[in-house]
Nanobody, 124 residues
């Protein structure tokens, strides 16, 4: 299987940008679909974005469409989440998740491997 490590979180002002990375511990990320999820204290886990193994297919939650972009570089075994025009409502711990499969999914149950999460805080 694959192991995932998120990075790139931090504190940013509203309207600013952050780029999150999800790095796989293995030598290859081939055939793994990846999703980004987030969770704020006291709230349920929320889907953010997903990408197919090839990177050709993407899907976004309505709350982040037009602001976030998911991409991947399989040569680097890394998936990215570029977050622009950040809002205080985006504050949460962001997790990446992966599983074998060719079709992207917005459902957490579709992913068997999860990272430890990285904190994103957006100030007013």
């Amino acid at each position: 299987q694959v192991q995932l490590v998120e990075s790139g979180g931090g504190l940013v002002q509203a309207g600013g940008s952050l780029r999150l990375s999800c790095a796989a511990s293995g030598r290859t990320f081939s055939m793994y679909r990846v999703g980004w999820f987030r969770q704020a204290p006291g709230k349920e886990r929320e889907f953010v974005a997903a990408i197919s193994w090839s990177g050709s297919g993407t899907y976004y939650a309505d709350s982040v469409k037009g602001r976030f972009t998911i991409s991947r570089d399989n040569d680097k075994n890394t998936v990215y989440l570029q977050m622009n025009s950040l809002k205080p409502e985006d504050t949460a711990v962001y997790f990446c998740a992966a599983d074998r499969g060719l079709i992207l999914s917005a459902r957490g149950s579709a992913y068997g491997t999860w990272g430890q999460g990285t904190q994103v805080t957006v100030s007013t």
